[in-house]
Every structure is written in structure tokens, then in C-alpha cells.
DNA sequence: CCTTAATGGACAT
DNA sequence: TGTCCCTTAAGGT
């Protein structure tokens, strides 16, 4: 899924493109009837984010909570007004991709299209469906979509880690979270109750621009170090948000061209130090990247910049 | 065309 | 540890 970024991503969106409108809301699929039933017609005030929680504020004092899991995602399209409307989420193997729905917008350069009239028919099994007057936005296969009191949303956050992406959030419950446990910090960065947004791309490459080991306990982070990967970690994450990608490498450390003798471009082969380069020499010592399991996840590593 | 793995996590066992 | 969620794209036939 989606890290934490994109969870940002959308909510920025939603606040953009449909806050202080009436939106009808529906299930084509069904698995969301009632919980549509309770929103229609309500107006969305506020769209937010928690690690990789999304937030949709209604006027009616309720909240519809998203979590895209594994492969939800959401798509976006509407009149002119939703100009820059994307699709967010879903698995994608070389990293997030955001595809715009010029079909459904035409614009003025666009002559003869036809003027936006409506959302199209549901294609797939769409969970969710929200339409304003302008645009729609259709969500496909996430975990949990539910609707929720504003008390219950604060208790999911209240059981949430610290997310870098919320204002005002330091270091210091991070570090509190982290050093009373004895178990793995590459576990430990995945856990949403230790930190949220953090998902298997920003662990591991986190991991390895600090030159940190995955299997080192949280107990024994030092709390310089501590603060070294939250702070980088705050800043590769609003790097993300303000892209739209997980872009880890510095400059210097990237490929100038690809085995073809190409000029390499950035994305995707040149993003990531370590993420799916196992057999790969590594970008900075030149020892084999290596992968293993982790918690069912893939974890990738340089044994060189990430030695006990 | 079919198979598989993928940026999660809740829940059952 | 396994199952679901039931999408998407890469990669192999």
C-alpha cells in the first residue's frame, strides 16, 4: 500500500476538492450500504491523516475512517475544477503512481470533449463512492472503510505512534516507544504503535541512511541515533508528500547512466538504496544488497553501511 | 493469458 | 502462522 505519504496526499485532496460541499454518498459494491446511507447528503469539513489513516469529517458529526491496506486505492475525476485530481493507492510495483482521469475532464484545450455530466459507471468493485457537484472519487478494495464517531477517531489516533507528517510532532515519544522495547528496530519501525506512516520502502531505506542495523534491539538505540532517523525520516516522508514518490538516494549516489549506456532517469531504477536491489552492489560500499524476512515482510540491506 | 508478488493489518487459530 | 481483502502490474507461458 501506500506509506504514510500518500495518506497525507489524499487528505490534502479531499480538503481541496470536495470540503464545504454536500456529497452524496453510495456503495455501488455494497459492503459499504449502511455506512454510505448514514453520510449521503452530508457536507465534508475536514479531511486528515494519521500515519496511514484517512479521515473524512462530516457535518453531521460523524467520521468516515479509511485505511487502504494492502491494495485499496482511490480514484478521482470531475469538471475543471478538479483539475490535478489523481488516482491514489493500490499496489504498484516500481512505487506509487498517481494517473490523472483526463477522460472525465475535459479541459479547454480539449475541443469537442464532452462536458462532465457525472460520474461513469462503477467499473470493478467499488466500495465507495463520493460525488459532489463537480467531481467523484471511487475507493477499491481497502481494508477497513468504515463510519465512525469523532470520539472513536480520536481513539484510533490516541493508540497510533507518532506520525512526522503531523505539525508540531518531535522526537521524543519516538524515542520513548522505541528504547523501552528490546525487540528489532526494523520491526519496531513498522509497528503503527511505535510510529505510523512508516511502511516497508521507508523503513528500509531509513535504515540504511542512518548505516543502522535492523536486527539492532530498540533498547539500544542511542538516543542521538534516535533522533538522526526521526529527523530523516520527517524529512524523506515530506519529500514524499510534496512528490508524490519515495525518492531516498542522494544525487551523488545515483547511477549517471543504465546498462545500456542510457542516461539513467531518476525514477524508478535510481530511487531507492536498498529497497528490491537485493543482488545488487550497494550504492555507497559496493557489498551485495541482501533481503531476508522480516515479520512476513521483505527486508532489505547493505551487511557493508549496516553492520552490527 | 495466467501466475505471482506487492508500499498492511485485523483477525482467527 | 495463516487467511482475508479481492487490485494491479510485471513477468513468464
Same mark, same amino acid.
Given at each position: 500500500?501506500?506509506?504514510? $505519504? +500518500? !495518506? $497525507?496526499r489524499l487528505a490534502r485532496q479531499f480538503r481541496d476538492v470536495f470540503a464545504g460541499e454536500p456529497l452524496r454518498v453510495s456503495s455501488p459494491q455494497g459492503r459499504f450500504a449502511d455506512g454510505a446511507r448514514r453520510l449521503d447528503g452530508a457536507t465534508l469539513v475536514d479531511a486528515r491523516a494519521h500515519g496511514k489513516?484517512?479521515?473524512?469529517?462530516?457535518? &453531521?458529526?460523524? #467520521?468516515?475512517?479509511? $485505511?487502504?491496506?494492502?491494495?485499496g486505492a482511490w480514484s478521482f475525476g470531475g %469538471?475543471?475544477?478538479?483539475?490535478?485530481? +489523481? +488516482? !491514489?493507492?493500490?499496489?504498484?510495483?516500481?512505487?506509487?503512481?498517481?494517473?490523472?482521469?483526463? =477522460?472525465?475532464? @475535459?479541459?479547454?484545450?480539449?475541443?469537442?470533449? /464532452? =462536458?462532465? +455530466?457525472?460520474?461513469?459507471?462503477?467499473?470493478?468493485?467499488?466500495?465507495? *463512492?463520493?460525488?459532489s457537484a463537480h467531481g467523484w472519487a471511487?475507493?477499491?478494495g481497502p481494508s477497513a472503510c468504515e463510519v465512525i464517531t469523532?470520539?472513536?477517531?480520536?481513539? #484510533? #489516533?490516541?493508540?497510533?505512534? /507518532?506520525?512526522p507528517l503531523v505539525a508540531g510532532t518531535g522526537p521524543g515519544e519516538f524515542l520513548e516507544r522505541v528504547t523501552r522495547r528490546s525487540v528489532a528496530l526494523g520491526q519496531l519501525l513498522m509497528d503503527q504503535a511505535v510510529l505510523s506512516g512508516v511502511g516497508n520502502i521507508y523503513r528500509a531505506e531509513s535504515l540504511f541512511r542512518a548505516g543502522l542495523d535492523p536486527w539492532l534491539p530498540g533498547r539500544r538505540l542511542g538516543a542521538a541515533d534516535g533522533v538522526r532517523l526521526w529527523e530523516d525520516l520527517a524529512?524523506?516522508?515530506?519529500?514524499?508528500? *510534496? #512528490?508524490?514518490? !519515495? !525518492?531516498?538516494?542522494? @544525487?551523488?549516489?545515483?547511477?549517471? &547512466?543504465?546498462? %545500456?549506456?542510457?542516461?539513467?532517469?531518476?525514477?524508478?531504477?535510481? =530511487?531507492?538504496?536498498?529497497?528490491?536491489?537485493?543482488?545488487?552492489?550497494? *550504492?555507497?560500499?559496493?557489498?551485495? &544488497?541482501?533481503?531476508?524476512?522480516?515479520?512476513?515482510?521483505?527486508?532489505?540491506?547493505?551487511?557493508?553501511?549496516? =553492520?552490527?
Open positions: 500500500m501506500p506509506e504514510g $505519504h +500518500s !495518506i $497525507h489513516h484517512l479521515f473524512l469529517d462530516f457535518d &453531521v458529526d460523524l #467520521v468516515m475512517r479509511v $485505511h487502504l491496506g494492502l491494495y %469538471d475543471e475544477t478538479f483539475r490535478g485530481a +489523481s +488516482s !491514489i493507492g493500490a499496489p504498484r510495483r516500481m512505487g506509487e503512481t498517481e494517473t490523472f482521469d483526463r =477522460a472525465a475532464t @475535459p479541459g479547454p484545450d480539449d475541443g469537442g470533449a /464532452p =462536458a462532465y +455530466s457525472g460520474p461513469p459507471e462503477p467499473v470493478g468493485q467499488v466500495r465507495a *463512492r463520493l460525488v471511487d475507493l477499491r469523532p470520539g472513536e477517531a480520536a481513539a #484510533v #489516533v490516541a493508540r497510533l505512534g /507518532p506520525d524529512g524523506l516522508m515530506a519529500d514524499g508528500v *510534496r #512528490v508524490g514518490r !519515495i !525518492i531516498t538516494t542522494e @544525487p551523488e549516489h545515483r547511477d549517471a &547512466v543504465d546498462p %545500456d549506456g542510457e542516461p539513467a532517469p531518476l525514477w524508478p531504477d535510481n =530511487a531507492h538504496y536498498v529497497y528490491q536491489r537485493d543482488g545488487l552492489d550497494c *550504492r555507497v560500499c559496493g557489498t551485495a &544488497v541482501r533481503v531476508t524476512q522480516m515479520q512476513a515482510r521483505n527486508l532489505f540491506w547493505c551487511p557493508g553501511c549496516q =553492520a552490527p
